[in-house]
C-alpha cells in the first residue's frame, strides 16, 4: 500500500526559506505524477507545484520563480521535495503531497491523485 509522509514545516519569518519533503512507502514501478498542494486557513486545498514521470513541472503563478519542485528516487521510493525561497505570509498553510501512479490531465485537480499524506504546517509571519 502507498502511503506520503511530509515534513519540513515550521515557522518561519517573511523572506526565508523551507524544504518539503514527502516520502513515499509502497512504491510501485509506475510513471508516477506527483504534486504539492496547500490549504490556507478557510480555504481550499490549492496546487502549488507539479513534477511528472519525466521530470517536467508546473508552478502555481503566486509561486514561480520562488518555489523549486524536485524528486529522486531512492532504493525504489521516490522522495519529493519542495525547496521554497523569499517566503511571504500568504504562503501560510498545511502543505500536502499528492501522488498518482499515472498521468495527469488537470495538475493541479485534487481529483486528479488517489494517495495523499497528512500534511506539515508551514506558517510564515511578517
Known amino acids: 500500500q502507498v502511503q506520503l509522509e511530509e515534513s519540513g514545516g515550521d515557522s518561519v519569518q517573511a523572506g526565508g526559506s523551507l524544504r518539503l519533503s514527502c516520502a513515499q512507502s509502497g512504491y510501485t514501478d509506475a510513471p508516477w505524477s506527483m504534486a504539492w498542494f496547500r490549504r490556507a486557513p478557510g480555504t481550499g486545498r490549492e496546487g502549488v507545484a507539479f513534477?511528472?514521470?519525466?521530470?517536467?513541472?508546473?508552478?502555481a503563478d503566486s509561486v514561480k520563480g520562488r518555489f523549486t519542485i524536485s524528486k529522486v528516487g531512492v532504493k525504489n521510493k521516490n522522495i519529493l521535495y519542495l525547496q521554497m525561497n523569499s517566503l511571504k505570509p500568504e504562503d501560510t498553510g498545511m502543505y500536502y503531497c499528492?501522488?498518482?501512479?499515472?498521468?495527469?490531465?488537470?495538475?493541479?485537480?485534487?481529483?486528479?491523485?488517489?494517495?495523499w499524506g497528512q500534511g506539515t504546517q508551514v506558517t510564515v509571519s511578517s
Open positions: 513534477i511528472d514521470a519525466d521530470g517536467s513541472t508546473v508552478y
Open positions: 499528492a501522488a498518482d501512479p499515472h498521468g495527469v490531465v488537470a495538475p493541479f485537480s485534487t481529483d486528479e491523485y488517489n494517495y
